[in-house]
């Protein structure tokens, strides 16, 4: 019976922090793959001699597409805030010169005019930075 009521609180205290682990590892490959974005980006802006691509999709950006065939996905959920909307996905939304994020949505943000990437979400992460900070702490 005591066996019993030890395994019990080991569970209880165990399953929440492996939790947390979990989604602590889906920022970091978020991070990761927000960095394999912006060195694509990078590595097209210095072959075309200072030009951004237009948009990342290989699909309609066929010049891009030797740089990276699909876009990555958000793997974050949000998790840590309580009633947050999740930001996972591969969208991309585009935006204007000195756009970032304002909202909690999906996927990434890309911005054509200076070649940023941002999760697009203002949701924060564990330790309270918004996903949209990603790449620039």
Same mark, same amino acid.
């Given at each position: 019976?005591?066996?019993?009521?030890?395994?019990?609180?080991?569970?209880?205290?165990?399953?929440?922090?492996?939790?947390?682990?979990?989604?602590?590892?889906?920022?970091?490959?978020?991070?990761?793959?927000?960095?394999?974005?912006?060195?694509?980006?990078?590595?097209?802006?210095?072959?075309t001699e200072g030009k951004w691509p237009t948009t990342l999709q290989s699909a309609t950006n066929f010049a891009f597409s030797r740089y990276m065939?699909?876009?990555?996905? %958000?793997?974050? !959920? +949000?998790?840590?805030?309580?009633?947050?909307? *999740?930001?996972? =996905?591969?969208?991309?939304?585009?935006?204007?010169?000195?756009? %970032?994020?304002? !909202? +909690?949505?999906?996927?990434?943000?890309?911005? *054509?005019?200076? =070649?940023?990437?941002?999760?697009?979400?203002?949701?924060?992460?564990?330790?309270?930075?918004?996903?949209?900070?990603?790449?620039?702490?």
């Amino acid at each position: 019976m005591i066996v019993v009521a030890i395994i019990g609180i080991l569970a209880a205290i165990a399953i929440p922090r492996f939790a947390q682990m979990l989604e602590k590892s889906r920022e970091g490959s978020t991070k990761g793959n927000l960095g394999s974005l912006k060195s694509a980006a990078s590595i097209y802006y210095g072959d075309t001699e200072g030009k951004w691509p237009t948009t990342l999709q290989s699909a309609t950006n066929f010049a891009f597409s030797r740089y990276m065939d699909n876009i990555p996905l %958000v793997k974050v !959920t +949000g998790a840590f805030v309580a009633g947050a909307p *999740s930001p996972a =996905g591969s969208n991309l939304a585009m935006t204007a010169a000195t756009g %970032v994020p304002t !909202t +909690g949505t999906t996927g990434w943000l890309y911005d *054509s005019t200076m =070649g940023n990437v941002f999760v697009n979400s203002t949701v924060s992460d564990s330790k309270s930075i918004p996903y949209s900070f990603y790449g620039f702490e």
